[in-house]
């Protein structure tokens, strides 16, 4: 049976005398709702990990998997009691493919961005992962990218890797960070993905994911249904910086990605004061 998710809605809230409550009857504290995220994410991979699996063996970059991957990640957003927005996704041309960067503070950060991108995406995603099994399988076959960025040769393949999924039609996903934030503010970023831009050529697209931090904490068990916005920056052309001006690159990309956050604050506390 196809989820709510899929007829429109990208997550709901309930709320019950001020609280968030997620699907089910009455209030229910953060760890229940944590429970209930885990188990359904859970029954969620493992129907659509074997599927994908499946059809990437025959060929992995088909569109069904990119349909399935976004039934994947709605089914776990509504899960997750989410209320999902996005602004700027007119920015992207469905036509085209893209380095998106993004900043990373929540687990929930990789389906949230499946849910409200409509591009056909692929993560560099921690090599670890892809020895997990079933899920493993489903990230192997669909065209994940791993990496191991401790391992310099490695982290090398993995960035030709990347380049020929873009060259198969795939947009490219990356966490600069290189992992969660703990903080609200953002980590250093690191310069793979806007080196992978300068190879590839394709524009660099400043993705800001808004209240992840407040959903899903890392580090903490404690899920927290709300709002999440996300908000697609103006393109960046690698064509203006060389080889040897990728840190101005990251820069520019960070600087967008803070301004939008920024912005966001700046809105929060204008509506509060009215």
Not at 7 to 17: E, L, P, Q
Request: hydrophobic share 45%; proline share 8%.
């Amino acid at each position: 049976m196809i989820p709510p998710a899929l007829n429109g809605s990208c997550g709901s809230i309930r709320r019950s005398n001020g609280r968030n409550d997620f699907p089910g009857s009455g209030y229910n504290p953060p760890v229940l709702r944590t429970l209930f995220l885990i188990a359904a994410a859970t029954a969620d991979t493992l129907i659509v990990a074997p599927l994908v699996t499946i059809i990437g063996l025959v060929n992995s970059h088909s569109p069904l998997i990119d349909r399935l991957i976004r039934w994947w990640a709605l089914v776990i957003v509504r899960a997750a009691g989410l209320t999902l927005t996005a602004q700027g996704t007119e920015k992207l041309d469905p036509a085209r493919r893209y380095i998106l960067v993004a900043n990373h503070a929540s687990y929930l950060d990789i389906p949230i961005l499946f849910a409200a991108v409509h591009q056909p995406l692929r993560f560099l995603a921690k090599a670890s992962l892809f020895k997990v099994p079933i899920f493993g399988w489903g990230l192997k076959y669909s065209g994940f990218v791993p990496i191991d960025r401790k391992n310099r040769k490695t982290a090398i393949a993995s960035f030709d890797l990347a380049s020929s999924r873009i060259a198969k039609g795939n947009s490219i996903v990356v966490f600069p960070e290189e992992g969660r934030s703990s903080e609200r503010q953002m980590k250093p970023f690191q310069r793979g993905a806007f080196l992978l831009a300068l190879k590839s050529g394709l524009p660099v697209v400043p993705v800001a994911i808004i209240g992840n931090f407040d959903a899903l904490p890392p580090g903490r068990f404690s899920l927290h249904p709300g709002p999440i916005e996300v908000r697609i920056g103006d393109q960046i052309d690698p064509a203006d910086f060389t080889v040897r001006q990728k840190e101005a690159l990251s820069t520019a990309a960070r600087q967008r990605i803070a301004a939008m956050l920024r912005g966001t604050r700046q809105e929060q506390r204008e509506e509060g004061e009215s």
